[in-house]
């Protein structure tokens, strides 16, 4: 059965009293291991997200515990704010307030609807991890004029009015 990458085995192959194989910033954890193996995959999700977690090559077995677990669970789920630094020209010192939207929270049809509205190109079939990423990386493209959004934001919830007001034609009264 695969969880999420964490694979698991059967309890009887293992001898129950083994601790979990990695080295957290240079000291071996002591806790006991848990059902989840350090596959690959996982190895390679530490590696991406830069966590400083490393096999232990003195390990007997390649299971680790529940708190590395989640720890790793925790760093895949959560995305990174901005691309890594060879894809971009900035730096995080250099727009620190910025916060992008998560849009790995958002139902696959209100993605869809975004890549149709900005004519997106995508391959068919995409997951909606994917999916998030290629619009992200879309997103991040879109030039905005802070000054102009921010005026014209107050000027409409001073005149209490939105934008679909003014394209119905509601709220215009010259009296």
Do not use: W
């Not at 997200?49 to 680790?64: C, G, M, S, V």
């Not at 620190?96 to 890549?115: A, E, G, S, W």
Request: contains cysteine; proline residues 3%.
């Amino acid at each position: 059965m695969n969880n999420g990458g964490f694979s698991s085995a059967d309890e009887d192959s293992r001898d129950g009293h083994s601790t979990c194989c990695l080295i957290d910033d240079d000291e071996r954890c002591r806790n006991p291991a848990g059902n989840a193996r350090y596959s690959k995959r996982i190895q390679k999700t530490v590696q991406q997200k830069r966590l400083k977690l490393r096999n232990d090559p003195t390990a007997e077995r390649i299971y680790i515990c529940e708190y590395h677990k989640d720890q790793i669970q925790s760093a895949r789920s959560k995305r990174r704010r901005k691309e890594s630094e060879e894809d971009s020209n900035e730096t995080d010192n250099e727009m620190p307030d910025v916060v992008m939207p998560d849009l790995y929270q958002l139902q696959v049809n209100t993605l869809r609807r975004y890549k149709r509205h900005y004519k997106v190109q995508t391959r068919p079939g995409m997951k909606r991890q994917q999916l998030a990423d290629t619009i992200m990386k879309h997103f991040k493209t879109i030039p905005i004029k802070e000054k102009e959004i921010i005026t014209y934001f107050v000027y409409m919830v001073k005149s209490n009015s939105n934008k679909l007001d003014q394209k119905n034609g509601i709220g215009n009264d010259t009296t």
